[in-house]
């Protein structure tokens, strides 16, 4: 449905709670059974997702029934992590200051070193500069990760991607291109090794069956507990940069 639809036109496109007007995303699913509600932690916006035949005016009673839960989702998100000089990242759940210098090194424009982040750039592009590091260390680990895990269950991996989504840490395609959060580098080791070896059993298992977890666990151990801590701390992890 287009954007400009005069059913989507009139519905609300933001909502006042306690924090203030929050912009509201409304999204139409073929799929969708049912209404439903969900945070965007990065965005800090309310997305609306709607089945097929919904009319407007229970969409809009929709939001009002849910208008408590919306405030205490929102009001209770951690405040954001702005990438300036001084900031503290963590690199795989270790705390790391970001200490912005003028001169690279050895042609690096950001560097690890006592427990900092170098990064050479002017305070404009120090934020874009930063997440360029984290991206490729992000990427490095992912490949060195996939591969590993792949050649343990014989399978091998197509291409790696890296993105920055914000409702899924992780995807597998038919033809095993694999494709991950870059903020995931910033969890902790072992979920980041969940993550890698849920997509990666996708690649014998595509679907999420007993025999696609059984399989997880054997490949990182302890699936339930990094399921747990990715729950918790999503919204952490979305609100950085």
């Avoid at 208008?67 to 300036?84: E, H, Q, S, V, Y």
């Avoid at 750039?121 to 934020?127: D, G, H, R, V, Y």
């Avoid at 991996?157 to 291109?177: E, F, H, K, L, Q």
């Amino acid at each position: 449905m287009p954007a400009t639809s005069p059913f989507l036109m009139s519905l609300p496109h933001q909502i006042k709670l306690r924090a203030g007007e929050v912009p509201v995303r409304v999204r139409m699913s073929t799929r969708a059974r049912r209404l439903a509600l969900r945070i965007d932690a990065q965005a800090e916006a309310v997305e609306l997702v709607l089945p097929r035949r919904t009319s407007a005016r229970r969409a809009m009673a929709f939001i009002e029934e849910n208008r408590n839960w919306l405030d205490k989702r929102i009001t209770a998100l951690p405040p954001r992590t702005l990438l300036t000089d001084g900031a503290t990242v963590p690199i795989l759940d270790k705390p790391h200051r970001v200490r912005r210098v003028d001169l690279a090194r050895d042609r690096q424009h950001a560097w690890i070193a006592g427990g900092e982040i170098h990064v050479a750039a002017s305070p404009e592009q120090l934020s874009r500069r930063l997440i360029e590091f984290l991206k490729e260390m992000a990427r490095g680990e992912f490949h060195r990760r996939a591969d590993a895990l792949a050649s343990q269950i014989g399978r091998k991996v197509g291409r790696i991607s890296v993105r920055d989504t914000t409702t899924r840490w992780g995807s597998c395609s038919a033809n095993g291109n694999l494709a991950f959060s870059w903020r995931l580098i910033m969890a902790p080791d072992a979920v980041l090794e969940y993550v890698v070896a849920h997509e990666v059993a996708h690649l014998t298992e595509m679907n999420h069956s007993k025999r696609f977890w059984k399989l997880v666990e054997k490949l990182a151990p302890g699936v339930d507990g990094q399921r747990h801590w990715l729950n918790r701390h999503r919204a952490r992890l979305l609100r950085i940069g």
